[in-house]
């Protein structure tokens, strides 16, 4: 190539690269850690425990004076890494509450660290943010206070600047009380959540100080516009120069194409003062957030200061538009979506309240392996980690922030910290959740005692309306017809109603909620034990539930009837059921909670018929320590109702479903009933290869097929669905053998060797030809070889009161689950073991990387 034309062919390249100069990758080729902040570390290495008040046992430990001093002893102290739960290592305890878990939660505990921050920090600020710490946290550096925050549900910052010695040892300790905390199920107890320290200049952006909206999008553009809050909080006044650069963001949080920039912002900004800065761009052919197709962006904003970067902070967020609409439902980018959501507490099973990302991920695999699309988060802020994976994997959340106004449902409820910090939780929440995609409504309470209270809802509404416009904010109704008819509803942009929908066309007639748009945000309540069926009429057993999947309590219904309700009003949203999971506490109907009773406060006669239910499980002292009410039980099994909603929630995924098990030699030729899930329209079941008819689905109103008839006789129990005429989806349940081994099989076959990563291994108890043996609960014993450690077991059985922790127990109805993680730094083969007496050993192994 003559040097003429290269010339020519360079400059016509730096030509349009001058027009498209923004299309670029970050300079930063590492994904983000953590949003926010650039100089944001982990800070749960390393910390010490020791616990006051109530212990695990009952008895008294008193707490001494002067444990927040920096030359306090504490070499004695629990080593531990955070997130943790001092409750969940138990014991199970019959004396306690089963509503709470029968889980020794109330007690206090003391945290400190020691830690040193370099001297060449000097001049910075420092901060320590909690993501989440139960209950009533008070905090002091170096034997000084800081400050408190009682909401174990909210994430809060401390500035520990003030108090900072750079280039010393500092020791940061932390109080926890939850014997003056209350709680409706199990809440947890400690620092649960993850712990950052961040590092700023004196002028930075402040804390959730980001605030991005699109109001106009369409297929052409998106305009964005960001929000800047920035803080002062140096001793002298500075011109300051903002820039804002928008990325696309991938899924492992890695900024790569640039595809926008904001026109610089320049303000003077004076000590103690912060400033609201506004900027704009237009980002191109925008990639819309949806469920399908969960595309985010990020914005980095950097601050200039004498041409010097002196802050960096990262936003992700997502190009949507969202339309509520009381006849049409919910529009998500102009398409009609029916939300097909779960309700959700915040524990993870065996592991307690401490959260895990790995723990959550599967949980959610789980659920958008059924279909489910959206998520409630019941009944209080989440862990910010959930948001981010709604984000990334294409959920829609309703973020709620209470259970309960200035009425407690119990004594120390949120009622005691309402008048104080209600405003300061809400802003709290609307700060930290706004610029998620997946967030998609506002909750501000669930089933509280002022559902008929219209000035006290409109406070909480304008509150939220205040910081976030963009979002409609909801209620959760037990008392759907009190709260409509007093006019507290019309402050809402939604109405959220808890099972009680036999009104809704008087409502939908009213000119006050006509054009008021509604949503089921808890449904069904049906409850049932994995894997245990009963006859005869009867659907409780030996403090199990049968799970043909019709039973409930008194306020809820089959899936069944609210798929029905759902197809009688099909202008409803959609629906959250109760619940997704299972999870610790509130062991309905084995469970002596009164506030059940609220379900029924305009039902006389439903409410004195409670109340006789309540007065005889109070007095049999039920073994029941975790819900029923789980699609999916507490070691993250699948229970038959998984199946249901599956052949609902995906109409277009081929699938069958049988049950019961086979395995009835006490019933032969006795009528057990057999029912079929599946997203066909029609089936016939066969019995040893005979037929026994064919059943067709009547559109809106079946959800099962059903064959009430069946003699029962061993073999093989066959289902072929069809759809369209065509051939869809087959299952087969077999009378199985005698069990004969232990079969384990791994969520992944390789875990990364830091704190956090979790492989979850399901263990069956199986025949000879590997079917998993119904009814089977033999005692097992779990071990591991190589660089990793059990962390604990589970069997989904809501009456063991075997520790978590325990390495043995049995299994429940023929699986048993163990999780292991490996440790901090090693490298390769884990063997995981189970073995049982009189069974083939069964064993996995799993890379360490």
């Known amino acids: 190539m003559n040097c003429k034309r290269f010339f020519f062919r360079t400059a016509f390249l730096i030509l349009i690269l001058g027009t498209i100069g923004f299309k670029q990758v970050l300079s930063q080729p590492k994904a983000i850690v953590r949003m926010g902040s650039l100089n944001t570390v982990s800070f749960d290495q390393g910390w010490l425990f020791a616990r006051y008040g109530l212990q695990p046992d009952g008895t008294r430990k008193e707490e001494p004076s002067g444990l927040e001093a920096s030359g306090f002893e504490d070499i004695s102290w629990k080593k531990l890494n955070l997130p943790h739960d001092w409750a969940i290592t138990g014991p199970f305890r019959i004396d306690l509450e089963g509503a709470t878990g029968k889980l020794p939660w109330k007690g206090i505990g003391w945290y400190r660290k020691h830690f040193t921050v370099n001297g060449s920090d000097a001049g910075k600020r420092v901060f320590v943010d909690f993501d989440g710490a139960m209950a009533n946290?008070?905090?002091?550096?170096?034997?000084?206070?800081i400050g408190t925050w009682p909401y174990g549900y909210s994430s809060f910052r401390m500035d520990l600047t003030p108090f900072l010695q750079f280039g010393k040892e500092n020791v940061l300790a932390v109080r926890l009380d939850t014997e003056n905390w209350d709680s409706r199920w199990y809440p947890g107890a400690g620092i649960y959540r993850h712990v950052w320290l961040v590092k700023t200049d004196p002028i930075h952006v402040n804390h959730y100080g980001t605030y991005i909206t699109t109001p106009q999008v369409s297929d052409q553009n998106a305009v964005v516009n960001i929000e800047t809050t920035i803080n002062n909080q140096s001793l002298k006044s500075e011109k300051a120069?903002?820039?804002?650069?928008?990325?696309?963001?991938?899924?492992?949080?890695?900024?790569?194409?640039?595809?926008?920039?904001?026109?610089?912002?320049?303000?003077?900004?004076?000590?103690?003062?912060?400033?609201?800065?506004?900027?704009?761009a237009v980002i191109d052919m925008p990639k819309r957030w949806s469920i399908e197709s969960p595309h985010r962006y990020v914005a980095q904003?950097?601050?200039?200061?004498?041409?010097?970067?002196?802050?960096?902070?990262?936003?992700?967020?997502?190009?949507?538009t969202l339309e509520f609409t009381a006849k049409n439902g919910f529009l998500l980018n102009g398409k009609r979506v029916q939300i097909q959501g779960t309700c959700n507490h915040h524990d993870l099973g065996a592991l307690g309240a401490a959260f895990n990302l790995s723990a959550l991920t599967r949980q959610l695999k789980l659920l958008k392996e059924m279909g489910c699309n959206s998520l409630r988060t019941s009944h209080n802020p989440p862990a910010p980690e959930l948001l981010e994976l709604a984000d990334k994997m294409g959920f829609l959340v309703w973020d709620e922030a209470f259970d309960s106004w200035k009425k407690g449902k119990r004594k120390n409820d949120y009622n005691k910290i309402f008048d104080e910090w209600h405003e300061k939780d809400l802003m709290a929440l609307v700060h930290r959740d706004r610029n998620h995609p997946s967030v998609f409504i506002w909750s501000i309470g669930n089933e509280v005692m002022e559902q008929q209270n219209v000035e006290l809802t409109k406070h909480l509404v304008d509150i939220v309306h205040r910081e976030d416009p963009t979002r409609p904010v909801s209620n959760g109704y037990n008392d759907p017809d009190g709260g409509r008819n007093s006019g507290a509803v019309v402050a809402l942009d939604l109405m959220g109603v808890n099972y009680f929908f036999d009104q809704q066309p008087r409502w939908d007639a009213d000119p006050r909620y006509a054009n008021k748009p509604t949503l089921g945000s808890e449904t069904s309540s049906c409850v049932s034990s994995r894997g245990e069926y009963?006859?005869?009429?009867?659907?409780?057993?030996?403090?199990?539930?049968?799970?043909?999947?019709?039973?409930?309590?008194?306020?809820?219904?089959?899936?069944?009837?609210?798929?029905?309700?759902?197809?009688?009003?099909?202008?409803?949203?959609?629906?959250?059921?109760?619940?997704?999971?299972?999870?610790?506490?509130?062991?309905?109907?084995?469970?002596?909670?009164?506030?059940?009773?609220?379900?029924?406060?305009?039902?006389?006669?439903?409410?004195?018929?409670?109340?006789?239910?309540?007065?005889?499980?109070?007095?049999?002292?039920?073994?029941?320590?975790?819900?029923?009410f789980g699609i999916i039980d507490l070691a993250g099994f699948p229970k038959d109702r998984f199946y249901s909603y599956q052949a609902h929630w995906r109409p277009d995924f081929p699938m069958a479903h049988i049950l019961p098990h086979w395995n009835w030699p006490e019933r032969i030729d006795s009528i057990t009933p057999v029912h079929v899930y599946t997203s066909g329209d029609e089936a016939e079941l066969f019995l040893n290869g005979k037929s026994l008819g064919r059943k067709i689905k009547a559109p809106g109103k079946d959800f099962r097929l059903v064959w009430d008839k069946v003699m029962y006789k061993p073999g093989v129990l066959k289902v072929v669905s069809y759809k369209n005429g065509k051939l869809w989806a087959t299952d087969v349940v077999k009378t199985t053998g005698v069990m004969s081994k232990l079969t384990l099989s791994a969520d992944r076959?390789?875990?990364?060797?830091?704190?956090?990563?979790?492989?979850?291994?399901?263990?069956?108890?199986?025949?000879?030809?590997?079917?998993?043996?119904?009814?089977?609960?033999?005692?097992?014993?779990?071990?591991?070889?190589?660089?990793?450690?059990?962390?604990?077991?589970?069997?989904?059985?809501?009456?063991?009161?075997?520790?978590?922790?325990?390495?043995?127990?049995?299994?429940?109805?023929?699986?048993?689950?163990?999780?292991?993680?490996?440790?901090?730094?090693?490298?390769?083969?884990?063997?995981?073991?189970?073995?049982?007496?009189?069974?083939?050993?069964?064993?996995?192994?799993?890379?360490?990387q």
């Open 137 to 145: 946290a008070k905090v002091w550096l170096n034997g000084k206070y």
């Open 301 to 320: 904003t950097t601050i200039h200061i004498k041409g010097k970067v002196v802050d960096t902070y990262f936003t992700p967020f997502g190009i949507r």
């Open 534 to 628: 009963f006859f005869g009429g009867t659907e409780y057993k030996n403090w199990q539930i049968t799970s043909y999947d019709v039973a409930k309590p008194g306020w809820g219904c089959s899936p069944d009837e609210q798929f029905r309700t759902n197809a009688k009003y099909p202008h409803l949203l959609g629906e959250y059921v109760w619940t997704g999971f299972d999870y610790l506490g509130e062991p309905t109907p084995y469970n002596s909670d009164e506030t059940n009773l609220l379900n029924f406060r305009a039902d006389a006669s439903k409410k004195e018929e409670l109340e006789k239910q309540l007065a005889l499980i109070r007095k049999n002292n039920p073994p029941s320590r975790s819900s029923y």
């Open 241 to 280: 120069i903002v820039k804002t650069s928008l990325f696309e963001l991938d899924a492992s949080d890695k900024p790569t194409l640039k595809v926008a920039v904001t026109k610089d912002t320049i303000i003077v900004i004076n000590p103690g003062e912060k400033k609201l800065t506004s900027s704009r």
């Open 749 to 848: 076959k390789t875990i990364k060797s830091d704190k956090d990563d979790l492989c979850f291994i399901t263990v069956k108890v199986t025949d000879e030809s590997g079917l998993i043996v119904p009814r089977s609960n033999p005692s097992i014993r779990f071990s591991i070889e190589g660089p990793g450690e059990i962390v604990a077991t589970d069997n989904g059985d809501a009456t063991s009161f075997v520790s978590f922790q325990n390495h043995e127990r049995p299994a429940f109805n023929g699986m048993a689950l163990v999780i292991v993680k490996a440790r901090k730094g090693a490298k390769g083969i884990i063997t995981v073991k189970a073995e049982s007496k009189g069974l083939t050993r069964g064993a996995t192994k799993i890379q360490v």
